[in-house]
DNA sequence: AATAACATTTAGGTCACCCTAACTACAATG
DNA sequence: CATTGTAGTTAGGGTGACCTAAATGTTATT
């Protein structure tokens, strides 16, 4: 089974291929943050185990169940920062945060994610009304439906 | 600083001696899902590191830093279980991902995550409207007050 | 083509956790 | 009080993901 890192590097790579095609060693490790030795490392294990195609110093690309499991990755990630985002965590921080959900999150629980997420998008308003309040809440602290109560 | 698993050995300490006062070996390894002689090693470690008084062969109770830190881990995973099952995540699941959730987030997240906890529970009904709207959303894939529409 | 500059790989570690198996301390019971 | 069972420890391994330093292959420049 696929570890948590390895989705993190097909991920990247399908990232960097949208644009040539193709990933280089070099890419990966910059955008993931570690060393080019341990990219090399890693894609021969990613290689062996049939997600991508490399021979050593050529390029990268993912087979087909590589883009599949990076497709998920992604999916995931997505809904994670949409929700994030949504409730007031700013990009940069939903961005890497969800990053790390990803990996760790049963799949019902995404499934309410993704239902929340949904939900909010699908909103007759651009902005519900609560999601307003919502905002309103966290700048004030208070709910601004008690306003003149108290 | 503190890794990610000893955040868990240590709330599981806090979590076994708020009966008893105390902790013993088996029931961390239980109560963690691992071998006892895990904990036996985890908790030198966390005996030279200041998180708790322990003695070979005694039982285990947290310094006053150790409950601290625990406090903080259990704060954490309230605020996360109380916003899966408000999304709708089944206790179970939500207790596991709440444990594993904990490590990953930004403060700024969990910040966030905080604020929507309270801002759900300081609404002025029991369950306002827009979080009935999510259920049935949930239920039906359809924003209720999109019903005639389409 | 020779050399310099850069990209990649190899070899050999480290770190945090976890495990099994064999051992030891201890308490309980006959 | 000797025996047995249980809780806990030790020693020795293993895994995954990372690192540094030292090759080695590749490309570009003169």
Redesign the pocket.
Known sequence: ML????EDYLEAIYSLSRKKGYA???ELAES?G????????????LSKEGYVIYK??M?VTLTDKGVEAARKVREKRDILIKFLTAIGVPEEIAESDACALEHVLHPQTLRQLRNFVRFIESSPAVNPRWLEHFREFCRTGKHPCLKQQR
Chains 1, 2 share one sequence.
């Open positions: 570890g948590k890192r390895s280089k060693v070099m993931l570690v060393k080019p030795a341990s990219v090399s490392e890693m894609l021969d294990k050593k110093r390029h």
